[in-house]
């Protein structure tokens, strides 16, 4: 099992940045990717930005060129810098971590509990 806490949301005027951060705890060592994505009210959840036990990183793009995602090894923290927010990122952010199964490629995701980022106008 994998355990996620996240942090750092509220509100946050337009144009303005937040950073979350999500601990990890539990069998980290089988993670191969950890990952921020939200939930808008009424909207799928989709993917934010991702991060690869290698460092390797992507960002989808309503968020690309705003967003930076990191880890910290020491601490077992992934981080999500957000700049220039606005209205429309206003959502529940939650952090992922997916672990690979096997070779083809079966995975299974963890989930924190989400922390809302609200962008006024």
């Known amino acids: 099992q994998v355990q996620l806490v996240e942090s750092g949301g509220g509100l946050v005027q337009a144009g303005g940045s937040v950073r979350l951060s999500c601990v990890t705890s539990?069998?980290?060592?089988?993670?191969?990717?950890f990952g921020w994505y939200r939930q808008a009210p009424g909207k799928q959840r989709e993917v934010v930005a991702t991060?690869?036990?290698?460092?390797?990183?992507n960002y989808a793009d309503p968020m690309k060129g705003r967003i930076t995602i990191s880890r910290d090894n020491a601490k077992n923290t992934v981080y999500l810098q957000m700049n220039s927010l606005k209205p429309d990122d206003t959502a529940v952010y939650y952090c992922?971590?997916?672990?690979?199964?096997?070779?083809?490629?079966?995975?299974?995701?963890?989930w924190g509990q989400g922390t809302q980022v609200t962008v006024s106008s």
């Open positions: 992922n971590a997916r672990a690979i199964l096997n070779v083809e490629g079966a995975y299974r995701d963890f």
């Open positions: 539990g069998k980290t060592y089988n993670v191969n990717t």
């Open positions: 991060i690869s036990s290698g460092g390797n990183t």
